[in-house]
C-alpha cells in the first residue's frame, strides 16, 4: 500500500510540474505553435515563388526544383529558431550542439555525405539534363531523376538504374541528348557493286528514320567474304532496340530485294579411305 502511496504522490508531482508549466508558458507555446504555422505557410509561398522565377530564367527542371527546396528548407529553419527563442532555450548553445552533432555525423557517414556534395556539383553545373541520354559505368539511359545522393536512369525496358553521384563526377561519360547511336554492320560479295549497294541502304535508313537524321554508310573494312558495310544513324533513345530491329530488317530485305549476295563462311570437308592411312 505504501508504494502504490508513493507512485501516486509521484504521479501527483508530475501532472502538477505539467500543469504548473503549461499555465506558465501556455502563451509562450502557443506563440511557438503559431509561429511554426506561419513559417511552413511562407516556406511553401517562398518555394512556389522561387519556382517561378526559376522558369522565366529558362533554368532546367533539376536546378529549379533544388532553389525552391533551398529556399523552402531555409524559411522552415529560419522560423523554427525564433521559435525555440519564444519558448525561452538559449539559441546559441544549440547551434553549438547542432554543429558538434553534424560533424560526427559527416565523419561517419562520409560516403552519403560525398555523394551530397557530387550531387550539388552536378545540379550546378548541369553536365546533363532530365531527358539526356548518358553512357555511364558501362550503362545507358535515359536521366529520369537528378537528386542530391544520386542519378536516376531509365532504359527501353522500363528498368530505373540508381548510380550514386560520386560515381559521376569526375568520370568520363558521353551525353548524346534524347538520341543514341545505332550501327550495324552486313556484308557483300565481291562480285557485287558496293556502291550501288550503299546507294540502296542509304536511300533505305532515310525513308525510315527522320528527314534530320544524318545517315553514314560506307565500307568498314575488307575480308575473305567480301566488303563489310557500315550504316550508322541516330534513333531515340526509348525506341531504340526497336528501331534497331525494324531498320536492320529493312536493310536486309532491301538488299535480298536487289538480288544482292551476302556470302557466309563455307569449309570443305574431305573424307579420306582407310587406304590413305594404310602403310607403305
Same mark, same amino acid.
Given at each position: 500500500?505504501?508504494?502504490?502511496?508513493?507512485?501516486?504522490?509521484?504521479?501527483?508531482?508530475?501532472?502538477?510540474?505539467?500543469?504548473?508549466?503549461?499555465?506558465?508558458?501556455?502563451?509562450?507555446?502557443?506563440?511557438?505553435?503559431?509561429?511554426?504555422?506561419?513559417?511552413?505557410?511562407?516556406?511553401?509561398?517562398?518555394?512556389?515563388?522561387?519556382?517561378?522565377?526559376?522558369?522565366?530564367?529558362?533554368?532546367?527542371?533539376?536546378?529549379?526544383?533544388?532553389? #525552391? #527546396?533551398?529556399?523552402?528548407?531555409?524559411?522552415?529553419?529560419?522560423?523554427?529558431?525564433?521559435?525555440?527563442?519564444?519558448?525561452?532555450?538559449?539559441?546559441?548553445?544549440?547551434?553549438?550542439?547542432?554543429?558538434?552533432?553534424?560533424?560526427?555525423?559527416?565523419?561517419?557517414?562520409?560516403?552519403?555525405?560525398?555523394?551530397?556534395?557530387?550531387?550539388?556539383?552536378?545540379?550546378?553545373?548541369?553536365?546533363?539534363?532530365?531527358?539526356?541520354?548518358?553512357?555511364?559505368?558501362?550503362?545507358?539511359? @535515359?536521366?529520369?531523376?537528378?537528386?542530391?545522393?544520386?542519378?536516376?536512369?531509365?532504359?527501353?525496358?522500363?528498368?530505373?538504374?540508381? @548510380?550514386?553521384?560520386?560515381?559521376?563526377?569526375?568520370?568520363?561519360?558521353?551525353?548524346?541528348?534524347?538520341?543514341?547511336?545505332?550501327?550495324?554492320?552486313?556484308?557483300?560479295?565481291?562480285?557485287?557493286?558496293?556502291?550501288?549497294?550503299?546507294?540502296?541502304?542509304?536511300?533505305?535508313?532515310?525513308?525510315?528514320?527522320?528527314?534530320?537524321?544524318?545517315?553514314?554508310?560506307?565500307?568498314?573494312?575488307?575480308?575473305?567474304?567480301?566488303?563489310?558495310?557500315?550504316?550508322?544513324?541516330?534513333?531515340?533513345?526509348?525506341?531504340?532496340?526497336?528501331?534497331?530491329?525494324?531498320?536492320?530488317?529493312?536493310?536486309?530485305?532491301?538488299?535480298?530485294?536487289?538480288?544482292?549476295?551476302?556470302?557466309?563462311?563455307?569449309?570443305?570437308?574431305?573424307?579420306?579411305?582407310?587406304?590413305?592411312?594404310?602403310?607403305?
Amino acid at each position: 500500500m505504501e508504494e502504490a502511496a508513493d507512485q501516486l504522490q509521484q504521479v501527483k508531482k508530475l501532472y502538477d510540474l505539467i500543469a504548473e508549466y503549461i499555465v506558465t508558458y501556455s502563451f509562450q507555446i502557443l506563440g511557438a505553435v503559431v509561429i511554426l504555422i506561419i513559417g511552413w505557410w511562407l516556406a511553401a509561398k517562398v518555394s512556389k515563388l522561387v519556382h517561378k522565377l526559376c522558369e522565366k530564367r529558362n533554368l532546367d527542371a533539376t536546378l529549379s526544383g533544388f532553389f #525552391s #527546396s533551398l529556399a523552402k528548407t531555409t524559411v522552415i529553419l529560419l522560423f523554427v529558431i525564433v521559435a525555440v527563442s519564444q519558448l525561452g532555450f538559449t539559441i546559441a548553445p544549440l547551434i553549438a550542439a547542432i554543429g558538434a552533432l553534424t560533424f560526427g555525423i559527416s565523419l561517419a557517414i562520409q560516403g552519403p555525405i560525398s555523394n551530397y556534395g557530387a550531387g550539388l556539383a552536378i545540379i550546378l553545373t548541369r553536365p546533363y539534363k532530365l531527358g539526356d541520354t548518358i553512357v555511364l559505368k558501362q550503362r545507358c539511359g @535515359i536521366v529520369d531523376d537528378i537528386k542530391l545522393a544520386m542519378t536516376v536512369l531509365r532504359n527501353e525496358d522500363g528498368e530505373r538504374i540508381f @548510380i550514386p553521384n560520386k560515381e559521376v563526377v569526375g568520370e568520363i561519360f558521353h551525353n548524346s541528348q534524347a538520341n543514341k547511336l545505332m550501327e550495324a554492320e552486313i556484308t557483300i560479295g565481291y562480285d557485287a557493286d558496293p556502291e550501288q549497294a550503299i546507294a540502296l541502304i542509304q536511300s533505305t535508313l532515310q525513308n525510315k528514320v527522320s528527314e534530320e537524321v544524318k545517315i553514314q554508310v560506307g565500307i568498314d573494312r575488307f575480308s575473305p567474304l567480301g566488303f563489310h558495310l557500315v550504316y550508322r544513324c541516330w534513333v531515340p533513345t526509348a525506341e531504340y532496340f526497336a528501331q534497331r530491329f525494324q531498320l536492320n530488317l529493312s536493310v536486309y530485305q532491301a538488299l535480298k530485294q536487289a538480288e544482292f549476295t551476302m556470302p557466309t563462311p563455307t569449309q570443305n570437308v574431305q573424307v579420306l579411305g582407310n587406304d590413305a592411312f594404310a602403310r607403305p
